[in-house]
């Protein structure tokens, strides 16, 4: 099986795509296709289907099959990442088999979550993804999962198939001693700090403001690649402010912007996400008017 060691990152930016929904909050494959096929254009590296940007632990089992289908078809041989993650061992390893039988890339996941499951127990979880044969990204979120040490970060890196690491987190002394101690290749997760996160040794990122900004992470990288870090930080600070006022209500402003973006209706998102107010719309278009459109 592979080893992250002999695997290099070459999908750098990776969308993880939101599932549009219509009024009665069935999911629009449609617009699930054409999204896919716009951020492809702009210049994503690859997909990263039924995450939590997608709202995955609102769908359905059969929603998360469908969903990762409908990308991989619209992807038409592009790199895509089937997020698998659940509670269970047995729900995730069913998920990651229809991923690789749907012909995804890879897949990755949150540790098992809710109870406070012993270590030992969140390896061997990932143990038996990578023993579906597809490679693994495991999905660092201490906001909602386990918060992970640095031995057992590199215990769960050093699991053959384990390719590498989304951290989502702003502990970067953290992140630079993982990366640091094992050479592991890592997509940031937060996107407010993405030019502090390539500055830890971040290779890459996968983000929910991809879905509508993605070109400006790609000039922030080409920024600071370039040796212009001042400038960097300054589209930094823009796509900041746009994420500022999405935060008040990141999923339904998410699929607001890019519904003034790119005219791709996503709908709303999924109870109990409640749906925007109109004063916050408002503001949605000022900052939008600003720094997107």
Sequence with gaps: MLHYL????????????????????????????NLTKRLLDDGADGIYASGSSAECFLLSEEERRKTLEAVIEAADGAYVVAHVGNIGTKTSVALARHAKAAGADAIASVPP??????????LDYYR?????????????LPSATRKLTIDEYRRLLSLDGVIGLKFTDTDYFTMERIIAETGADVYSGKDECFLSALSAGAKGAIGTTFNFMLDK?????????????????????AANAVTECA???????????????YGIDCGNARRPFLPLKKDHMRKLDDIAAKYLL
């Design 6 to 33: 002999e695997v290099k990152m070459k999908n750098k930016f990776l969308v993880p795509i939101v599932t549009p929904f219509k009024s009665d909050e069935t999911v629009d494959y449609e617009a699930l296709k």
């Design 113 to 122: 979550f809710y109870f406070n499951f012993p270590f030992e127990g969140i």
């Design 128 to 140: 038996r993804l990578a023993e579906t044969g597809l490679p693994v990204i495991v999905y660092s």
């Design 217 to 237: 992470y790609l000039e922030i990288y080409r920024l600071l690649k370039a040796g212009k870090p001042a400038e960097a930080l300054e589209i930094q600070s």
């Design 247 to 261: 935060l008040e209500n990141l999923m339904p402003a998410a699929k607001y912007l890019i519904k003034l973006r």
